[in-house]
């Protein structure tokens, strides 16, 4: 079944730590993105990626990197978590006409202790 | 640049009642439109796009929506909402063709009364 996967779902990680959000999709979809999303406030494009070997910043600011080294595999690092970034980070991905809209993965909730 | 503005953060509704999330939009260019719903612990869900061609858009779920150019609307309705609709819905707009930037709106959390 075609479908795109966030692990892990939930994860509670101290200050400082190093982490990395992992975000494969089945679906053989060029584009891929990553969301951050907090109650009550629109989605933020945190990350986005045409295709394999090209990464770029979305509009909120993020001290946040990815990879696009597979076509299927998208993930995000943290080199050093913060308090700020306690958030909803969600996964998606695209045709590239974009004409179907996104797919989402189920997202990964970080709390950073 | 482009907007979405979705008015009612929260809307309570009885089951069986008719509901509409109201959107709309702001773009200077040729717009597609598509809702979303999320249901807890969950990503989103694509309900319905609007690309071209037939203003009234069905979706999956028994949803529809109507684009409206004049009035830059993309609202969406159901005529009888059941228990498991209790979600959060977002009104997203991109511009028309490839490789545009999609803008989400902050959300409707319906919720339905039984």
């Known amino acids: 079944e075609a479908d795109i996967y966030q692990t892990p779902r939930y994860l509670v990680i101290g200050t400082g730590k190093k982490i990395t959000l992992e975000c494969s999709q089945t679906?053989?979809?060029?584009?891929m993105y990553w969301y951050q999303q907090d109650p009550g406030m629109e989605l933020h494009l945190i990350h986005y990626?045409?295709?394999?070997?090209?990464?770029e910043k979305g509009d909120l600011s993020s001290e946040s990197t990815v990879s696009r080294i597979r076509t299927e595999h998208f993930p995000l690092t943290l080199e050093s978590a913060r308090p700020s970034h306690t958030s909803q980070y969600l996964c998606?991905?695209?045709?590239?006409?974009?004409?179907?809209?996104?797919?989402f993965g189920s997202g990964t909730r970080l709390t950073v202790v | 640049a482009q907007s979405v503005t979705q008015l009612d953060s929260q809307v309570p509704v009885f089951e069986e009642a008719p509901v509409e999330l109201r959107c709309n939009y702001s773009?200077?260019?040729?717009?597609?439109l598509f809702w979303y719903v999320q249901y807890p612990n969950q990503g989103l869900q694509l309900l319905l796009k609007?690309?071209?061609?037939?203003?009234l858009v069905k979706g999956i779920n028994g949803f529809e929506a109507e684009f409206n150019k004049s009035q830059t609307s993309f609202h969406l309705r159901k005529p009888s909402v059941h228990i498991s609709d209790t979600a959060e819905y977002f009104c997203?707009?991109?511009?028309?063709?490839?490789?545009?930037?999609?803008?989400f709106g902050t959300g409707t959390k319906l919720q339905v009364i039984p």
């Open positions: 679906m053989g979809h060029d584009k």
């Open positions: 990626s045409y295709g394999v070997n090209s990464t």
């Open positions: 997203a707009v991109s511009g028309a063709g490839g490789y545009q930037k999609v803008t």
């Open positions: 998606a991905s695209s045709e590239r006409s974009d004409n179907g809209g996104y797919t």
């Open positions: 773009s200077s260019v040729s717009v597609y």
């Open positions: 609007y690309l071209s061609g037939s203003t």
